[in-house]
């Protein structure tokens, strides 16, 4: 009788221990609800482009201030390696879908993204990026379109979508230089205030925000750009936080994929330190307002970067690249502020898409 007794309370301990941990959360268990969510994307930021910044920053990262941590499975509907249009979409959406597809399914019908769905509920939204906002990130967000290169569709897709703030480069896909169209002049219509700025925002203002920083690409940090990615982050913040009911924000640090690309280690590195400021702001602001969750990811990694050496003290780094272009590996999610347990653990980046739905409450 005393070892029936012993393994039964042996089994509630260990229950506990998983529920209670944050390591396995069913569909069907309560979760803390969230005010807020910060969702930020570094784009083709896998584990060593975090390590090379951490190295060359000489040990220090507001990323590593995260409690939980857990990795996402990026490849496509189509792929074993995925574009930042699937990738993305897979973490807007839920869905996997095609490479090069944004907010479509593989059939190309729409699919409602977090932000539409948070919208619809009265959640204030807003997207940044250090690219175009039409760029694939930010656009399977908000646009639904079979080709990530349709930059004009995906501008006119920002029509009616009732975003609050967005902030990026690529103006020229909203004002054609021809003439032939002005989807600026259209969201004026619909009362936004499209800004070249950031000086211009005003975040107590009521009217809904369109900042274009650039005609098409912004600068690169190690050519200049300066703090715009922390600045826009919390102008931005600040703004959305003025809804009673809270908000949903993607924010990307865009060219860290480009870096990859480019097999640069120090445009990687410089792209990496800067997104971690932004993340450090984010932190912060989960600090002052409970009830914020921020997420930290990857749509997948990019030029297959190794470190072969380096020094924390002095932030020397050796580091290679094995290609110009994307590679298939499981890319981390850090999680910070209420409900971040149940981002810990391995799996698909369309359950990203899942939890956040479910701690709004809009699933």
């Given at each position: 009788m005393y070892g029936v007794k012993h393994r039964i309370i042996?089994?509630?301990i260990l229950a506990c221990t998983i529920?209670?941990?944050?390591?396995?959360?069913?569909d069907t268990e309560p979760v803390i609800r969230v005010k807020n969510i910060i969702l930020m994307i570094g784009d083709g930021?896998?584990?060593t482009q975090i390590y090379s910044a951490y190295t060359v920053n000489k040990g220090h990262l507001y990323l590593f201030e995260a409690p939980f941590t857990g990795f996402s499975l990026t490849y496509s509907a189509d792929s074993y390696i995925t574009d930042s249009g699937a990738g993305a979409t897979a973490i807007s959406s839920g869905k996997k879908t095609n490479n090069y597809s944004v907010g479509v399914d593989t059939n190309g019908k729409?699919?409602?993204?977090?932000?539409?769905?948070?919208?619809?509920?009265g959640l204030s939204t807003g997207l940044i990026a250090t690219s175009p906002i039409t760029h694939a990130t930010p656009a399977a967000f908000i646009a639904h379109q079979v080709s990530r290169n349709e930059d004009a569709k995906i501008a006119e897709d920002f029509i009616g979508s009732g975003i609050d703030i967005f902030i990026g480069g690529g103006m020229l896909h909203f004002e054609d230089s021809s003439g032939f169209y002005n989807f600026s002049d259209t969201l004026r219509d619909e009362g936004y205030k499209i800004v070249y700025s950031l000086n211009e925002i005003v975040p107590a203002d009521n009217a809904n925000v369109g900042c274009f920083m650039a005609d098409l690409d912004l600068t690169r940090m190690i050519d200049g750009r300066g703090d715009y990615?922390?600045?826009?982050?919390?102008?931005?913040l600040a703004k959305l936080s003025r809804n009673k009911n809270g908000f949903f924000i993607m924010i990307e640090g865009s060219q860290i994929d480009w870096g990859g690309h480019a097999n640069d280690i120090q445009y990687v590195v410089s792209e990496m330190i800067d997104f971690d400021k932004a993340v450090g702001e984010a932190f912060r602001f989960a600090d002052?307002?409970?009830?914020?969750?921020?997420?930290?990811?990857?749509?997948?990694?990019?030029?297959?970067?190794?470190?072969l050496n380096g020094n924390i003290t002095t932030g020397e780094l050796q580091a290679n690249f094995g290609t110009m272009e994307h590679t298939p590996v499981m890319v981390p999610v850090f999680a910070y502020g209420t409900g971040a347990d149940i981002f810990a653990g391995v799996y698909?980046?369309?359950?990203?898409y899942d939890k956040m739905m479910r701690v709004l409450g809009l699933k």
């Open positions: 042996l089994f509630m529920t209670c941990t944050g390591q396995q959360v069913s930021m896998g584990v729409p699919l409602r993204t977090i932000l539409e769905s948070a919208e619809e509920k990615l922390p600045q826009a982050t919390n102008i931005a002052e307002n409970p009830g914020t969750l921020v997420i930290v990811t990857a749509d997948h990694e990019t030029g297959g970067l190794s470190i698909e980046n369309t359950e990203i």
